[in-house]
């Protein structure tokens, strides 16, 4: 059975910066383009960046261009979002899941970040 597990999801000041993991198993990790999501109370499931299965192509949304840093460890099953420069706009779950131009598989419970000071 396909299972992402999200972690490393605190409170954090506004200008802190966190490191998600997104674990994968019952998948061949290594050959799906990737992506993290989050959703905001109140708002639609928003995409905030994806990876490719080899790391070559990496695209961010405009919010978060230059503040988010994505990766993933294929020998590890795992997917990063390194946030930096936070902000209270960027408090959501974050999920992962396969990049939006495949069928999404099961979502895992996510995994909160809040801003606030």
């Known amino acids: 059975q396909v299972q992402f597990v999200e972690s490393g999801g605190d409170l954090v000041q506004p200008g802190g910066s966190l490191r998600l993991s997104c674990a994968a198993s019952g998948i061949i990790f290594g050959i799906y383009a990737m992506g993290w999501y989050r959703q905001a109370p109140g708002k639609q499931r928003e995409l905030v960046a994806t990876i490719t299965s080899s790391s070559s192509r990496i695209n961010y949304a405009d919010s978060v261009k230059g503040r988010f840093t994505i990766s993933r460890d294929n020998t590890k099953n795992t997917m990063y979002l390194q946030m930096n420069s936070l902000k209270p706009e960027d408090t959501a779950v974050y999920y992962c899941?396969?990049?939006?131009?495949?069928?999404?598989?099961?979502w895992g419970q996510g995994t909160q970040v809040t801003v606030s000071s």
């Open positions: 899941n396969r990049d939006p131009s495949a069928r999404p598989l099961n």
